[in-house]
Nanobody
Framework: QVQLVESGGGSVQAGGSLRLLCAASELSVENYCMAWFRQAPGGEREAVAI???????TYADSVKGRFTISADNVQNSVSLQMNGLKPEDTAMYYC????????????????WGQGTQVTVSS
């Protein structure tokens, strides 16, 4: 069965960096829309960064210029490099996969990981 396992979360001070990793099994990341979502307490789940087979990437406006998503087809993983972290980035971060399209969706993903917590203190 498909598994997406996130790692790399933690607690950092504002301005710091973290790199999240999503390891996939029974699914080839190069053949899917792969996304990172986040959900803060009391908030809605939002798509933060998305990439696809053609390395077409999209980002939420709130993270543009600070976050970078990339897929490693050899390791079958997707990472999210987060720089310049802000307290408002505090959330549970989830890796997700959906059937590949040129314009990957921002919702309706089929496969989800369990999440990794990111906490940014001021």
């Amino acid at each position: 069965q498909v598994q997406l396992v996130e790692s790399g979360g933690g607690s950092v001070q504002a301005g710091g960096s973290l790199r999240l990793l999503c390891a996939a099994s029974e699914l080839s990341v190069e053949n899917y829309c792969m996304a990172w979502f986040r959900q803060a307490p009391g908030g809605e789940r939002e798509a933060v960064a998305i990439t696809n087979t053609w390395s077409r990437t999209t980002y939420a406006d709130s993270v543009k210029g600070r976050f970078t998503i990339s897929a490693d087809n050899v390791q079958n993983s997707v990472s999210l490099q987060m720089n310049g972290l802000k307290p408002e980035d505090t959330a549970m971060y989830y890796c997700a996969a959906a059937g590949v399209t040129w314009d990957c969706p921002r919702q309706g993903y089929k496969y989800w990981g369990q999440g990794t917590q990111v906490t940014v203190s001021s």
